[in-house]
Structures are given as structure tokens and as C-alpha cells.
């Protein structure tokens, strides 16, 4: 008869993981030059004053046994042209049955790519699309973080957070995340869709889809409104954000140049597009080194300061 031993032990480690919250920026006076402003902000926006929205993104990366492999603080995004444009139609918006299709209400969905090229305000789209699951949206939970009470007013930290967690299926380099909103009716977690595609006329404000393939938007339907629908011809690549559609014909305020974001031009017949869900928030990054089974969870935060 033989004898053996059996034994089992374990390992509790911490570590504090602190809360997203955004950069503080301090401002001195040196004479003969006036006021500078200095922050630590490793992120992007291009103003830092307290009077103004701000954002912070923290990215938590684990391993596919779900251990702590690093926690980034990224830094400020950029809130894009097309995100701002929208807010600005906010009070227009449809308001259907199923749920609100503001900016600050769809702007939940989150992914990824590889693109390395610094962020701009008139990003519409992620650089280079993950391959390995961030090319698919992970809709974040919501929630409204209060600031605290101060007197007869509030510390102004007030905050709109989304949280998310995305999983990857294979080794990449993760550099770029963007929060975007949805596909409208079409629906779909992907970046893109090509219903209709192409165009089979268009003008200043309007483009003719082929066939009768959308959903109308009216005031209890969203159909494609609050949307982005591209056009990819080479020589007229264009956006425009959808104000409004019927099965066919999409209106929009007007044309940009996706590359620049001056005035564009409208489509042809012929024209293929994308529509594309609009990209709120973007972020370009130093490399998070991701193998397969490998998850990271990005933690959004809007701050909106009284005072401004």
C-alpha cells in the first residue's frame, strides 16, 4: 500500500488600482512673460482650464486568468468634430419608445485598433481596426459619478462614466481605443456597414442610397439618424452627420473632407460609403502588449465643470 501526500496553498497579493479622475492643471505667473499653465496630463486635449469638459481614460490589462498585468493611466482624449456636431443637434434629436439616442445616452460603445498616428478633432474612425476583438464594440455600463457637496455649491466633479471590457484573441499591440455611439437601425456591433451602398445621387445636404433598404427616422424612430455615413469614392472622400432619413435618401448639415474636415463634396452616383457609428472620444497610445485570452478594461470619464 502505498502513501502520499496531498497539499494546497495559496497567495493573496493587493494592489491599489486607483480611481480615473482627470488632470489638474496649476498656473503661476513669472515676471516679465505673465501666467503659465503647467499639468501632468499624458493625454491629448488642448485645453486643461476647469471650465470645460474633460475627459480621462484608464486602462486596466489582465491575463487570461484574469491577473493584474498593468493599469495605464492614459490621460486626456479628444471629444471629434463629429461627437461636438452632434451634441449641438442634441435638442433635435429622435426620442424613440426603446431608448434615447443622444449623444451622452449612445456614446457607450467601445473598441480598438493598432493605428499610431497622433489623435485629431476630426477623427471619425479608428486608424487601423483591431484583428484580434477590438474591431468589435463592447457596450460599456453606464453610470453618473456626483461630486460631493461644498457649501452651497459642489466640488464640480460631476462625471459621466462608461466602463468596458474588452477581450482579445490573439498577440497585438493595442494603441488606439474610441468611444463611439451605435449603427442606428441598421444595428450591429461592427464599426462599419455598407447597406444601400452606393449612392445613386446626391447633393449640398442629401445622398440617394441605392434601393429602399434603410428604416425612416422620424420622432419615435431612430432610424439612421445620429449616424455617420462616409463616402468612400477616392477622389470624394466625404462625411456627413445623418440628421435624419427616409428608406432611401439620408440629410445631412453637410459635407466634410474625412481627411481634413473643410468643406467636401457631395456624391455621385456610384459613390460607395460606410456608415459609421459616431466616434465621441478618441485616444492613440504607447503600445498595451496583449496576448491571446488577454482582457483589457477601459474605464471612460466625462467631467463637466460648473463655471464655465
Known sequence: MNEGDVGVSGQLGTRLIKA?????????????????MFTRDPGDAKIFAREVFASELVAIHRDGDGQLIHA???????????????MGNDFAWPAPSAGAVNILRIANNHATGT??????????KLQTVSGFGGQTMVAGVQTLVQGTAAGTGTTGNHKYQSVATISYTGTEAVTEWGLFG?????????????????????????GTVTGTPLTASSTTVQGQANTVIENTNAT???????????????????WYLTATGASGTAPVNADTYVF?????????????????????????QLTVNQGG
Open 115 to 124: 493605428g499610431a498616428t497622433a489623435a485629431a478633432v476630426t477623427d471619425i
Open 236 to 254: 470624394r472622400v466625404s462625411w456627413g452627420l445623418v440628421l435624419s432619413n427616409t428608406t432611401s435618401v439620408v440629410t445631412v448639415g453637410a
Open 182 to 206: 451605435n449603427l442606428g437601425a441598421i444595428g450591429g456591433t461592427a464599426l462599419t456597414s455598407a447597406t444601400g451602398s452606393p449612392f445613386t445621387a446626391g447633393a449640398s445636404t442629401t
Open 276 to 300: 459609421r457609428p459616431v466616434m465621441w472620444d478618441h485616444k492613440v497610445f504607447a503600445a498595451i502588449n496583449g496576448n491571446n485570452g488577454d482582457s483589457i478594461q477601459f474605464t471612460y
Open 20 to 36: 480615473p479622475r482627470p488632470h489638474t492643471a496649476r498656473g503661476f505667473r513669472l515676471p516679465g512673460v505673465g501666467r503659465v
Open 72 to 86: 495605464h493611466d492614459l490621460g486626456s482624449g479628444l471629444v471629434n468634430d463629429a461627437g461636438v456636431l452632434s
